[in-house]
Each structure stands twice: as structure tokens, then as C-alpha cells.
């Protein structure tokens, strides 16, 4: 039995990250139930393992959503997301899961319509992925 919808967590910070996420519900957008939205006071916050944590609790795809670079509320945010990031791609990738499935987008404040985008293309991303490769045990 397979689902019909990929699981998705996106992580999004409490600052440009959010602020798009709630832009895209008051410009009348919508996204799939599958999406999982956590607040963090900042992505700096998050480590790989909470990264690789979502997959091993059954998320398909993960997304890290952002502020846009040199907009960061916290002078060394994006330098340690980036770390944490690359570090869960490539563990991401040794463990045949695919690094393509954990995404970093950094956007400009309330941009409802690029977080929009950016989710919608990811979904497909992810679903493509899902297709090509055997089903793993939840």
C-alpha cells in the first residue's frame, strides 16, 4: 500500500520564513495536507539531527525555510544552517536516501508567492523521487 502524497516537514524560521508562509494563506494560497509546518525561533537552531530526525519519522522530503541571505536576525544564522545543512545532505546521501529530498530556501520577507513556488516544486521533486525508487519500511 503506498500514499498518494509525499510527507513533507518544513522547518521555517520565526522570521522571513514564517512571515512567507503566512503571506501565501492571506494571498489565498493554499498547500497539500501532507505539509508539515514547524516554527524555530531560527534555522541556526536546528542541527542535522533533527534534520535526519524527520526523515527517520517518515517524512519523504524536508524543507528549511529562511531568511534570505544578509537578512538574518542573528549575526552567524546563516553560516551554521549551511554547515548543518551540508552535513545532513551528505549523510543524507551515504544512507541512499537522497540528498535531494532536504532543501534549503531562503526567501525575502512575506514572499507568499515564492514560498508557493518553491513548495510546489520541491512536492514534485520528492514525488518524482518516491516513484523511481522501492518503498521504505515507515
Same mark, same amino acid.
Given at each position: $500500500?503506498?500514499?498518494?502524497?509525499?510527507?513533507?516537514?518544513? +522547518?521555517?524560521? %520565526?522570521?522571513?520564513?514564517?512571515?512567507?508562509?503566512?503571506?501565501? @494563506?492571506?494571498?489565498?494560497?493554499?498547500?497539500?495536507?501532507?505539509?508539515? *509546518?514547524?516554527?524555530? !525561533?531560527? #534555522?541556526?537552531?536546528? %542541527?542535522?539531527?533533527? $534534520? *535526519?530526525?524527520?526523515?527517520? /519519522?517518515?517524512?519523504?522530503?524536508? $524543507?528549511?525555510?529562511?531568511?534570505?541571505? &544578509? %537578512?538574518?536576525? +542573528?549575526? %552567524?544564522?546563516?553560516?551554521?544552517?549551511?554547515?548543518?545543512?551540508?552535513?545532513?545532505? @551528505?549523510? #543524507?546521501?551515504? /544512507?541512499?536516501? &537522497?540528498?535531494?529530498? #532536504?532543501?534549503? !530556501?531562503? /526567501?525575502?520577507?512575506?514572499? &507568499?508567492?515564492?514560498?508557493?513556488?518553491? #513548495? @510546489?516544486? +520541491?512536492?514534485?521533486?520528492?514525488?518524482? $523521487?518516491?516513484?523511481? *525508487?522501492?518503498?521504505?519500511?515507515?
Amino acid at each position: $500500500m503506498s500514499r498518494s502524497e509525499p510527507r513533507i516537514v518544513v +522547518f521555517a524560521c %520565526n522570521w522571513d520564513g514564517l512571515s512567507s508562509v503566512e503571506a501565501a @494563506t492571506r494571498e489565498g494560497h493554499s498547500y497539500p495536507s501532507c505539509v508539515r *509546518l514547524v516554527r524555530v !525561533a531560527c #534555522l541556526a537552531r536546528l %542541527n542535522q539531527g533533527l $534534520m *535526519l530526525r524527520a526523515f527517520e /519519522l517518515g517524512a519523504d522530503g524536508v $524543507m528549511l525555510l529562511g531568511c534570505e541571505p &544578509g %537578512n538574518c536576525q +542573528f549575526e %552567524n544564522g546563516p553560516q551554521i544552517i549551511e554547515q548543518e545543512y551540508e552535513k545532513a545532505r @551528505t549523510i #543524507l546521501g551515504l /544512507l541512499g536516501i &537522497g540528498e535531494e529530498r #532536504l532543501l534549503l !530556501a531562503r /526567501l525575502p520577507r512575506a514572499d &507568499g508567492d515564492g514560498f508557493v513556488a518553491k #513548495l @510546489t516544486s +520541491f512536492l514534485e521533486q520528492v514525488e518524482r $523521487m518516491r516513484q523511481a *525508487l522501492p518503498a521504505r519500511p515507515l
